[in-house]
């Protein structure tokens, strides 16, 4: 027997949760089943406007068979369309297009955005690596690759191997972040531990 309570809809936030852990797969689907829907709804929605639906068409009665999407479906297409957006527009991409060797002026352009933008979006990701790894010691960007990460990020064009390095022993802060020297080819990696002390 119900209790009277509906089921609240799904928000970014719930749907975030329910497809971590590497289930993006199980996101796409359910997102192209939701517009699946949708599409069938409006399709029908607009042969029977246009007075061209036909009854005894297969076509015709599959789409008109198709359960409209109701609001809380509506949301939950939204909710889960953004985790999808998210997930394809992960900041993590900034940090791998860039040390492949894009310009911040091509990376903007692939985005829709300014170069300026670009650098401000990987600096803020990379702070927020730097953060994590602050916090755990082993997850996310170490005290050189952060370094690495903000002399990239202040770059007008594409680093060569060892310039960051050099960029990053010139920020002011660079002694309170790293105070170890910072060797060019050794910590190329962004994603390793700190190797200094070992």
């Known amino acids: 027997m119900s209790d009277g309570t509906e089921a609240q809809p799904l928000t970014y936030d719930a749907a975030a949760r329910l497809y971590e852990g590497g289930r993006i797969t199980a996101a796409e689907k359910r997102y192209y089943a939701l517009t699946g829907r949708a599409l069938s709804e409006h399709s029908a929605w607009m042969l029977r406007h246009r007075g061209e639906f036909d009854p005894d068409n297969p076509g015709h009665q599959l789409l008109a068979e198709a359960e409209p999407l109701s609001v809380a479906d509506r949301l939950e297409l939204m909710a889960t369309g953004e985790v999808l957006a998210r997930y394809y527009r992960h900041p993590s991409m900034l940090d791998r297009t860039v040390?492949?060797?894009?310009?911040?002026?091509?990376?903007?352009?692939?985005?829709?955005?300014?170069?300026?933008?670009?650098?401000?979006?990987?600096?803020?990701?990379?702070?927020?690596?730097?953060?994590?790894?602050?916090?755990?010691g082993q997850w996310g960007l170490d005290d050189i690759?952060?370094?690495?990460?903000?002399?990239?990020?202040?770059?007008?064009?594409?680093?060569?191997?060892?310039?960051?390095?050099?960029?990053?022993?010139?920020?002011?802060?660079v002694t309170q972040i790293c105070p170890v020297p910072l060797p060019d080819e050794e910590h190329a990696d962004t994603g390793r531990k700190a190797e200094a002390g070992q």
Do not use: F, K
């Not at 829709?112 to 916090?135: I, M, P």
């Open 145 to 173: 690759a952060y370094t690495e990460a903000r002399a990239r990020a202040d770059q007008i064009g594409p680093l060569q191997p060892g310039e960051a390095a050099a960029y990053a022993a010139t920020l002011d802060e």
């Open 99 to 136: 040390n492949a060797g894009a310009s911040w002026e091509q990376i903007g352009a692939a985005r829709s955005t300014s170069a300026d933008q670009a650098r401000q979006d990987y600096r803020e990701w990379a702070e927020g690596q730097h953060r994590l790894w602050q916090a755990t």
